[in-house]
């Protein structure tokens, strides 16, 4: 990771009670969902952190009657059950977290956090929630943990907004890896990419030697941690019906993992036998919310073709892609000409998207 994406990534923060500075993982719910409302999910599971339920859904401010406060004005809306686990993939030894009550809840709502290891509760705090405008910070720094259960008491709806959750403790969740280790980058980078995840839980052992099959281990995942992807998808549609939009050769989505990339993504379009003159246009699309809505990467390639004739049309473009979040590739299909009605056509179609190494 470079020193400007780790900058944008994390934090120092100062704990309220606490006395020592600790490097913080900042979640403020606005960057990963840029048209709200969106279930949490996996969005953040790149960076280790998943939410349970995973419905939960990342709303726009006003949501609630309340306002997110770091950021943006994005933040996590938990339900009318009042429950949600986050769960990291490696210990922490500190959160701070800020809470408000829903305007839909009805009284006053006590949330009880309890900190987990491995299953087993190590310590908890209440908080609770009297304004639906006012946001109450709950903070822990002790023992490391791996999961914070959030449970809401009261009566009738328990509904409770979350925002500027911070979650960390030292280096990477390495115990023996402290944020000012000059190591302390390499060794983040190489957790993040699956090269070593240490030598045990939450330990890294910078001292300790390294045999030389340790050494090949590491060298392969490297190795493919740093190959580009490609995500190649064709199809084929005959007879196909093309009066508005259409999106063709969507690839799966592709989660991006580690740092920033860049895709070069490529088209191509053939087309023959319609019933009547017809001109088809086709671009490059992507989209962030699998294909719920998309986004233009190029300015389009456009092609006619008339009755038992055939033609083909490619189109190419360049998108940088953002590390944390999915995305899927498409071939959008504009019909501009032809005559009224049904357009008859033989249509095949084929996309590949290569993605270049984290950066």
Not at 154 to 161: E, I, N, P, Y
Not at 201 to 216: D, E, I, L, N
Not at 232 to 238: D, G, K, P, T, Y
Request: glycine share 12%.
């Amino acid at each position: 990771m470079t020193s400007a994406a780790r900058n944008a990534k994390w934090v120092l923060g100062l704990l309220v009670g606490a006395t020592t500075v600790a490097q913080a993982q900042l979640l403020d719910f606005d960057s990963v969902c840029p048209s709200p409302p969106c279930a949490v999910g996996s969005l953040y599971a790149p960076s280790g952190v998943t939410f349970s339920p995973t419905a939960a859904q990342i709303v726009a401010g006003g949501t609630g009657g309340l306002t997110g406060v770091v950021g943006g004005p994005h933040y996590l809306l938990v339900g009318a059950t009042g429950q949600l686990a986050i769960t990291l993939a490696r210990p922490a030894t500190f959160y701070a977290i800020k809470l408000s009550r829903a305007a839909a809840a009805s009284s006053p709502v006590t949330v009880r956090a309890s900190i987990l290891k491995a299953g087993q509760e190590i310590g908890a705090a209440n908080v609770t929630l009297n304004e639906v405008g006012t946001w109450f910070e709950l903070a822990w720094t002790n023992s490391e943990f791996d999961t914070i259960l959030l449970q809401a008491t009261g009566s009738g709806d328990l509904s409770f907004g979350i925002d500027v959750l911070q979650l960390g403790g030292t280096c990477g969740g390495f115990a023996d890896v402290q944020a000012s280790d000059l190591f302390c980058d390499a060794a983040e980078w190489l957790a993040n990419r699956g090269v070593t995840l240490g030598c045990g839980p939450g330990q890294f052992c910078p001292s300790q030697s390294v045999t030389r099959a340790q050494m090949a281990l590491f060298m392969q995942r490297l190795g493919e941690a740093l190959t580009p992807a490609r995500v190649v998808r064709a199809a084929s549609v005959n007879n196909g019906v093309f009066l508005t939009r259409e999106y063709l050769c969507q690839t799966a989505p592709f989660m991006v993992v580690g740092g920033d990339r860049t895709a070069v993504v490529h088209g191509y379009l053939n087309m023959s036998n319609p019933s009547a003159p017809i001109t088809l246009s086709a671009t490059l699309a992507y989209s962030l919310n699998g294909g719920a809505s998309w986004h233009g990467l190029s300015t389009g390639g456009r092609a006619s073709v008339e009755p038992g004739n055939a033609e083909s049309v490619s189109d190419g473009g360049i998108v940088d892609l953002a590390a944390g979040r999915s995305y899927r590739f498409a071939l959008e299909v504009l019909q501009t000409g032809g005559g009224p009605g049904v357009i008859d056509t033989d249509v095949s179609c084929r996309l590949f998207a290569q993605i270049g190494n984290a950066q």
